[in-house]
């Protein structure tokens, strides 16, 4: 099994240099690294050009942002598996790669469990990644792309779309679409909190995650709507609690009808 690092860097030197030092401390050298920077101009481009040796494909240019960058990374990528680990974010531990490269599985995504941190390296706390992923734990965080390591099959037809929140959309895509997802009970990295995709409020990470959600979801309505109805979901609980009949009107019109209603746009 072949292993693809990507990182993504923009005018973060010391961010750059920690993932680097992470990535070249691995006990297990089995994979490739690839660097996308978006033409640094404060010393990032220098760093990568004095250690290209250790590095398997490097580019310094403009580009349209992270999502644009990770594409470009994953267009040049030849692993089996493709593991996303930005500057500043960085591996926990020297056999973070060894483990898994003995790892048997075959699964399209194997998602493990991250470390986040703040801009000084002190933990803020621990992401702890459900063993069994529906469409409504992405409500509650979903899973890590700087812990997920996924097949290279996986962009065959889909890619990141260029936006805040894309890396969550993209694994819902997976998911609607029936890519085998599995749980991975090892800590794979520490995430940088302070970067750009940490800034989003929850409000607007839940109207990201509503957007990418299938039809298809409404197995999964009354967990999904209680993070953003309360009342909605109460109603929905008392309605299944109903007479046999009226559950079934209801199951067929009324609850279809309020979960497409969530997904329009607001005026």
Request: net charge negative; aromatic share 12%; charged share 20%.
């Amino acid at each position: 099994m072949k292993l693809s690092i990507i990182t993504v860097n923009l005018n973060n030197l010391h961010g750059l240099r920690k993932t680097m030092n992470s990535i070249l401390s691995q006990t297990c050298k089995d994979f490739e690294w690839i660097v996308i920077d978006g033409g640094s101009t404060d010393g990032s481009k220098e760093l990568i050009e004095q250690s290209a040796n250790h590095i398997t494909y490097w580019v310094s240019e403009p580009d349209n942002g992270i999502f644009d960058a990770m594409n470009k990374g994953i267009n040049v990528a030849h692993g089996d598996y493709l593991l996303f680990l930005n500057s500043g974010d960085y591996l926990y531990g020297k056999t973070v790669i060894e483990i898994f490269i003995n790892h048997k599985s075959r699964n399209d995504v194997i998602y493990g469990n991250t470390i986040v941190v703040n801009s000084t390296g002190e933990v803020n706390h621990k992401w702890i990644t459900p063993k069994n992923l529906r469409f409504s734990s992405f409500f509650k965080g979903g899973i890590s792309h700087q812990s997920a390591f996924i097949s290279k099959n996986c962009f065959d037809q889909i890619h990141y779309e260029n936006h805040i929140g894309a890396d969550t959309e993209l694994f819902i895509r997976l998911l609607a679409r029936d890519y085998s997802f599995e749980k991975y009970e090892e800590f794979v990295s520490c995430y940088d909190n302070s970067g750009v995709s940490s800034t989003i409020n929850y409000k607007e990470y839940c109207h990201i995650v509503m957007k990418s959600l299938p039809l298809g979801a409404q197995e999964d309505y009354v967990n999904i709507i209680q993070f953003l109805d309360v009342d909605l979901a109460k109603m929905i609980i008392e309605i299944i609690k109903a007479p046999r009949l009226l559950r079934n009107i209801t199951r067929f019109f009324v609850l279809p009808l309020s979960f497409v209603a969530k997904l329009l746009p607001k005026e």
